[in-house]
């Protein structure tokens, strides 16, 4: 089981560049949830899906955009990277139901923005 | 959502016990409380959650205050390897889990 898988692990932009960061799991889990964690700020919820098709705002989604064409992938996309989208994002994925619990996270993609 | 506060960093030393507390005092009756841990160069994850009720897992123990408003994850003998960032988070109806800026623990042999 490779869990949840990230790509790719480290990438570097320049302003105005666009990109696609790929997130995948294997655990036929329901829910799934792209994270930006910055020094001091902890981990803020960017988008995300609670199934196939669907997916959501969450505390910091401008600038970001999303897509959940299969289950098994959850895609975040950045149409026009700027420097503050700087930051390690992690992706996760859950079972469905209440509560959200035992997230399975990815190993993190470093992006640099210069 | 709650919004959770967390001290900043910790120090305990090895082999003793380690009470790491979370603040979320706008946290409402049907939001879950959780704890995620993240160890360097690694991705967050689970520890232990609850609701009401205080929590033993193989991993730690959760308690909960009476009126809901603070929670303190438990480590009963601490290790070198406990050391990591100590998350603490909340969901709710929506199927978010928001997470607060955590606490670097630090653990002195």
């Known amino acids: 089981n490779a869990g949840v898988t990230q790509t790719p692990k480290f990438r570097v932009l320049k302003t105005g560049q666009s990109m696609t960061l790929l997130c995948a799991q294997d655990?036929?889990?329901?829910?799934m949830y792209w994270y930006r964690q910055d020094p001091g700020m902890g981990l803020r919820l960017i988008h995300y899906s609670v199934g196939e098709g669907t997916t959501a705002k969450g505390e910091v989604p401008d600038g970001y955009n999303v897509s959940r064409l299969k289950k098994q992938n959850f895609l975040l996309g950045l149409e026009s990277a700027a420097p503050s989208q700087t930051s390690v994002y992690f992706c996760?994925?859950?079972?469905?139901?209440?509560?959200?619990?035992?997230?399975?996270f990815g190993q993190g993609t470093r992006l640099t923005v210069v | 959502d709650a919004k959770t506060t967390q001290p900043n960093s910790m120090e305990s030393n090895e082999e003793e016990p380690v009470h790491l507390p979370c603040n979320h005092s706008t946290i409402s009756g049907t939001d879950y409380i959780h704890w995620y841990r993240q160890l360097p160069s690694q991705g967050p994850e689970y520890v232990i959650h609850g609701l009401t009720s205080n929590v033993n897992n193989r991993m730690a123990s959760l308690a909960i205050a009476e009126d809901r408003k603070s929670s303190t994850l438990i480590l009963h003998r601490a290790t070198l390897r406990d050391a990591a960032v100590y998350y603490c988070?909340?969901?709710?109806?929506?199927?978010?889990?928001?997470f607060g800026k955590g606490t670097r623990l630090h653990i002195l042999p």
């Open positions: 996760a994925s859950s079972y469905s139901g209440t509560p959200i619990i035992g997230a399975f």
């Open positions: 655990m036929n889990h329901e829910y």
């Open positions: 988070a909340t969901s709710n109806r929506d199927d978010k889990i928001i």
